[in-house]
């Protein structure tokens, strides 16, 4: 794991307020928490993730931790490696990484097409959360996400989503999937912070997002993301199977 990324994580996680972090730890869902704290979030950091490509081997470590850490029930994913075989210039195929997981958007579709306020951005270190004491099960939030990165979990029958591990940044740690990340490539940490690890990887290589062009801003960020798989997004919630593609097709 990398210890930059742990130190500087834990220095941003110093400057929230007392006030959000007694709240927090004393609640019973991360949801229901953040929805009672997110005024007083607002003084906190900003929260981002990094995605470093060059240095991911597709082991799936991310995914299984988060099944662990979050009790992901069977056939469902809050976070995946997607793999594919990608062709360009005639040249031999290539095979890609690309994790998954919800964007976290600063302009986040899921949040004004939720009937009953359940799905909640954040204020202040911006994560989308969904407080399942509120949800219905309606599945909006679902359709309206352009990262199909939600699903309704079959066995609370509410909608289900990575949340940056908030139960676990709010006492100190790491989201899970940083955590195991054998290789480094995932990397969290304070987006306020110009000298967090985050923001030196922002300030210091060209990144990606996926799907620019529905303008969601998201706050996962790719380093030596394919052009070819900008627009790809199925995976995250439920498996499919690796897809072969030519990038001057896509």
């Known amino acids: ?55 991911c081997i597709g082991c799936q470590a991310c995914t299984v931790a988060c099944i662990m850490e ?56 911006g994560e989308v959360l969904v407080d399942a004491s509120r949800c219905v099960g309606c599945a909006y939030c679902v359709q309206a996400c352009p990262y199909d990165a939600r699903f309704i979990n079959h066995e609370t029958q509410v909608a289900d989503k990575c949340t940056f591990c908030y139960h676990r940044t709010a006492v100190g740690l790491l989201p899970a999937c940083v955590e195991t990340c054998v290789g ?10 110009a000298d967090s690890e985050v923001s030196r990887m922002l300030a210091e290589n060209p990144v990606s997002v996926l799907r620019p062009e529905m303008h969601t801003n998201p706050n996962v960020y790719y380093i030596g993301l394919d052009e070819a798989l900008q627009g790809r997004v199925a995976g995250e919630a439920a498996y499919r199977p690796p897809l072969n593609l030519r990038a001057d097709h896509v």
């Open 184 to 193: 480094g490539a995932r990397n969290f940490g304070d987006l306020n912070d």
């Open 70 to 125: 979050n009790d992901v029930p069977e056939g469902a994913f809050r976070t995946h490696v997607s793999v594919y075989e990608v062709l360009q210039d005639g040249g031999d195929p290539a095979m890609v990484m690309l994790p998954r997981l919800c964007n976290h958007c600063e302009n986040p579709p899921c949040v004004p097409v939720c009937p009953v306020d359940a799905t909640f951005k954040v204020e202040g270190t």
């Open 1 to 55: 794991m990398n210890t930059t990324n742990r130190r500087g994580f834990l220095e941003a996680l110093g400057r929230v307020s007392m006030g959000a972090a007694a709240s927090v730890a004393g609640a019973a869902h991360a949801g229901g928490a953040a929805h009672a704290a997110g005024a007083a979030a607002e003084t906190g950091p900003k929260w981002g993730m990094v995605v470093d490509l060059r240095k």
